[in-house]
């Protein structure tokens, strides 16, 4: 089946730095991805959609000057998670559809100290 | 009313049961429906996939779609320790569209 690459699979980093998470399709091309954010014991929370070669599209509530996504292949997609604050702490989780329906990646958590 | 209900659980059965996991939903559009299973900090890993209504099944696992009702069920027969887990429904109007998802159901099986 299809796989999404999700990397890091943790991060932990300074408040006030930028952390940049890299989701890739293995062995299909995705002109989509999702971009989810996941708390403890909740469910998964679509933050934006990454379309190739063009601007993302945030769901209502997200800052994307904070949360920037960036499409620039049909196999890459990176969210870079700019001045962190221990409020951004999260898992990540990104996908992309293929035929056998979506697939997730790992994902990455987070923590920022 | 949320899109997706999903009832959270937990749902402790024993070994070998037959487990039944539920979701109903409102948006009458939405045409393709999936079950992912999730373990602790990994990410979901999808189980079932199915188009339009009807049943569809892979090994231990049974999913269904009632369009009429909105009402989405997945049954795992012969549960095992190993299927512990949550369990997430989600479903999608179209097959680019965002996934909306269930807000999961925890599973425990103990032997």
Same mark, same amino acid.
């Not at chain 2, 409102?26 to 939405?30: G, I, K, L």
């Not at chain 2, 996934?99 to 807000?103: E, R, V």
């Given at each position: 089946g299809a796989v999404v690459s999700q990397h890091p699979s943790w991060v932990i980093c300074k408040s006030g730095t930028s952390v940049k998470i890299e989701c890739r399709s293995l062995d299909f091309q995705a002109t989509t991805?999702?971009?989810y954010r996941q708390f403890p014991k909740q469910s998964l929370m679509l933050m934006a959609t990454s379309?190739?070669?063009?601007?993302a599209t945030y769901e209502q509530g997200v800052e994307k000057d904070k949360f920037l996504i960036n499409h620039a292949s049909l196999t890459l997609s990176t969210l870079t998670v700019t001045s962190a604050h221990p409020e951004d702490s999260s898992f990540y989780i990104c996908s992309a559809w293929d035929w056998d329906g979506y697939t997730f990646?790992?994902?990455t958590r987070l923590t920022v100290v | 009313q949320k899109e997706v209900e999903q009832d959270p659980g937990p749902l402790s059965v024993p070994e070998g049961a037959i487990v039944s996991l539920n979701c109903t939903y !409102?948006? !009458?559009?939405?045409q393709y429906f999936m079950w992912y299973r999730q373990y602790s900090r990994k990410g979901p890993e999808l189980l079932m996939y199915t188009y339009s209504s009807g049943n569809k099944e892979d090994g231990r696992f049974t999913a269904q779609v009632d369009k009429s009702s909105k009402y989405i069920s997945l049954f795992i027969r012969d549960s095992q320790p190993s299927d512990s887990a949550t369990y997430l429904c989600a479903m999608s109007a179209d097959n680019t569209d965002k996934?909306?998802?269930?807000?999961g159901t925890r599973l425990q099986v103990f032997p």
């Open positions: 991805m999702f971009w379309n190739e070669g063009s601007k990646g790992s994902g | !409102s948006n !009458s559009a939405f996934l909306i998802f269930g807000t």
